[in-house]
């Protein structure tokens, strides 16, 4: 099993940067499907990006393309969220979550983290 915390969050100006991080403890890291969702105020939570267990495959949601970028370090057990060009709709709790099935960690994944809030002001 995979434990995953992440870290990062905070609040930043319209335009600017974030970058979320989310470690996970626990063995096997490196063969799950890494996946960022993000749940705003009174919302349902959605899908962000997700990444391959290599880190050779990542597919974004269409509101976040071109501004956002996922990676991971296996070495590390860490994945990473680049935030880019910062929007005030972006604000959300943006969390991390795994699973080794790629078709699924784009819809349900196993196991989430506590999630991080990230507040954009406009």
């Known amino acids: 099993q995979v434990r995953l915390v992440e870290s990062g969050g905070g609040l930043v100006q319209a335009g600017g940067s974030l970058r979320l991080s989310c470690a996970a403890s626990?063995?096997?890291?490196?063969?799950?499907?890494m996946g960022w969702f993000r749940q705003a105020p009174g919302k349902e939570r959605e899908f962000v990006a997700a990444?391959?267990?290599?880190?050779?495959?990542?597919v974004y949601a269409d509101s976040v393309k071109g501004r956002f970028t996922v990676s991971r370090d296996n070495a590390k057990n860490t994945v990473y969220l680049q935030m880019n060009s910062l929007k005030y709709e972006d604000t959300a709790v943006y969390y991390c979550?795994?699973?080794?099935?790629?078709?699924?960690?784009?819809?349900?994944?196993?196991?989430w983290g506590q999630g991080t809030q990230v507040t954009v002001s406009s």
């Open positions: 626990g063995r096997s890291f490196s063969s799950y499907t």
């Open positions: 979550a795994a699973d080794r099935n790629w078709r699924v960690v784009v819809t349900t994944p196993n196991l």
């Open positions: 990444i391959n267990w290599s880190g050779s495959s990542t």
